[in-house]
């Protein structure tokens, strides 16, 4: 059993950045796929980013996403950290921390895929 809190959303200009973070508990943090989700009013759940838990860290990005947002871990300190720049009023959505503990070797994109769940943080963007 792994508990994800996410932190760091809030309201930003159109072109600025935010930090998002996500706090996991559980000893066996570095065996998790991690990923990030957003869901905007009257939208399905999207995929954002997701990064491997294996030592290449491989990572994987949503199309709508791709060259503004970054996501890593620090096995450490128990995080996973989306760095959002460029920021677009369409980014706005509550955005989910999610964990894969299926040891798979890819990136899942499916929320399927996923065992455990944060509560969200919402992100608006908007001048």
């Known amino acids: 059993q792994v508990q994800l809190v996410e932190s760091g959303g809030g309201l930003v200009q159109p072109g600025g950045s935010l930090r998002l973070s996500c706090a996991a508990s559980g000893r066996t943090f570095s065996s998790y796929g991690m990923g990030w989700f957003r869901q905007a009013p009257g939208k399905e759940r999207e995929f954002v980013a997701g990064?491997?838990?294996?030592?290449?860290?491989?990572?994987a990005y949503g199309d709508s996403v791709k060259g503004r947002f970054t996501i890593s871990r620090d096995n450490a300190k128990n995080m996973v950290t989306l760095q959002m720049n460029s920021l677009k009023p369409e980014d706005t959505a509550v955005y989910y921390c999610a964990a894969d503990d299926s040891g798979r070797v890819y990136i899942p994109k499916a929320e399927t895929e996923y065992d455990y769940w944060g509560q969200g943080t919402q992100v608006t963007v908007s001048s």
């Open positions: 990064i491997g838990w294996t030592f290449l860290n491989r990572v």
